[in-house]
């Protein structure tokens, strides 16, 4: 049976919050809550949320196989999906006086472009190692896309909480997130030319760089960043791990073959706040085989705590709408 389990979400309409850019630098991680500090203000608390797609359902995902499955049959993918229904979210919460147009960003994997690892390298592929290799990919959303979106929502006096999309909303949707698909595509291709990364030589001073950033109107409404699927299921033993070491300093290398074998069933994926970028980061992850988990963080004094719960809360509406489909 397909369904999505809710971890934290919100309701209500909020057409006039608006996204505040703040000058915070210094951040901690904290689980859920975590907090902000700078040299002008106290300690800000920023919010983790998140909902499970299909998470301990036995081995079935129907939800996540569903709408997989519309994804490629619209020619796009879970990131390009996610960037549209953001879009339809955003587009509802906010005021054309507010945002008139969006503009946000995919998170995609520099490691690809890394050069091989040189011949004494501990590592054997660059591509492989665990790095912060990573470039943006902008998606632009123009004042005539916006108030198309807006034209087919529900008139305030007729939208009632849990509304659905639309027919018109769902062409819309997988116009957008087939054409957001088509930019990472492009990107890809593009490699390293015209690349941002190519600028950060000429960066003397990134502390100063990044405080004359948070004093700036923000560059994204919201990011996406997809660590993509783990494999839950392995033939290593937890024995394997140790037996390794020990043969490496001159142990025998010997196994037990009644040691237990582990596996992933659930994984989740957060970042802390991004105050010079995005307002709101979604951060989605699964298992094979199992579900997928999508989180959202954002800071108490950029967005407020209803909204950004409000906006989570559409997502996962539209997210299990999707999978009866």
Partial sequence: MAQIEPWRGGDGRDGTTQIRNQALNIMTYCGISGHLTNDHASSETYQLAMYLIDQYRGAYNASLVAILA?????????????NGLALIAFSSRLDTTVAAAFQSSTIMDHRRNLPPAPSDAPWVRSDRVVGNYVTPCLHKYETELVARIRSRLPLADDASEGRDLSADL????????????????????????????????????????????AKKTRQ????????????????IRLSDTTT??????????????????????????????????????????????????????????????????????????????????
């Fill in 70 to 82: 519309l994804c490629r049959l619209h020619k796009t993918t879970i990131t390009g999906l996610l």
């Fill in 170 to 213: 769902q062409r819309e949707l997988w116009a957008v997130s087939a054409q957001n698909r088509q930019e990472i595509v492009d990107k890809l291709e593009a490699g390293l030319r015209n690349d941002l990364v190519g600028l950060f030589k000429y960066v003397t001073d990134w502390q100063q760089t990044m405080s004359n950033m």
């Fill in 220 to 235: 994204f409404t919201w990011l996406v960043t997809n660590i993509g699927v783990l494999e839950g299921n392995t033939s």
């Fill in 244 to 325: 390794t070491t020990r043969s490496l300093t001159g142990g025998d290398g010997k196994s037990d073959d009644n040691a237990q074998r582990w596996s992933i069933d659930r994984a989740q994926f957060g970042l802390s706040a991004e105050i010079p970028a995005a307002a709101i980061e979604f951060a989605p992850v699964s298992v094979a085989g199992k579900g997928m988990c999508v989180s959202a963080n954002w800071a108490d004094c950029a967005v407020d705590e209803t909204f950004g719960e409000n906006i989570m809360a559409d997502l996962e509406r539209w997210l299990a709408q999707l999978a009866r489909l």
